[in-house]
């Protein structure tokens, strides 16, 4: 079992950044692909990164590319998010999920996580 707890969402204008923290307690946080997803209003939750065990792995949304990156650190248990160039279509709940797999293999499926944060919003004012 894992509990994450996210945290750094807020209010920021139209080319602004955000770094947002996922904070993990738990055991074996180091063998769990961690990922970022976002749910905007009327919206289906959808994929924005994720990142591979020791972290030399990641994915992108193509909307994100360029202005986001995922990161963690696995002695302090956290997984990051650095969000910069923010548009108003990047509002919305951001949720960071953790998928327990034996493989070090990076999924872009919620459906694929096994554990689930509760979200912080991210509201980008144009």
């Known amino acids: 079992q894992v509990q994450l707890v996210e945290s750094g969402g807020g209010l920021v204008q139209a080319g602004g950044s955000l770094r947002l923290s996922c904070a993990a307690s738990?055991?074996?946080?180091?063998?769990?692909?961690m990922g970022w997803f976002r749910q905007a209003p009327g919206k289906e939750r959808e994929f924005v990164a994720a990142i591979s065990w020791s972290g030399g792995g990641s994915s992108y949304a193509d909307s994100v590319k360029g202005r986001f990156t995922i990161s963690r650190d696995n002695a302090k248990n956290t997984v990051y998010l650095n969000m910069n160039n923010l548009k108003p279509e990047d509002t919305a709940v951001y949720y960071c999920?953790?998928?327990?797999?034996?493989?070090?293999?990076?999924?872009?499926?919620?459906?694929?996580?096994?554990?689930w944060g509760q979200g912080t919003q991210v509201t980008v004012s144009s």
């Open positions: 738990g055991r074996a946080f180091r063998q769990y692909v």
């Open positions: 999920a953790a998928d327990d797999i034996a493989l070090d293999r990076i999924t872009t499926m919620a459906h694929d996580y096994d554990y």
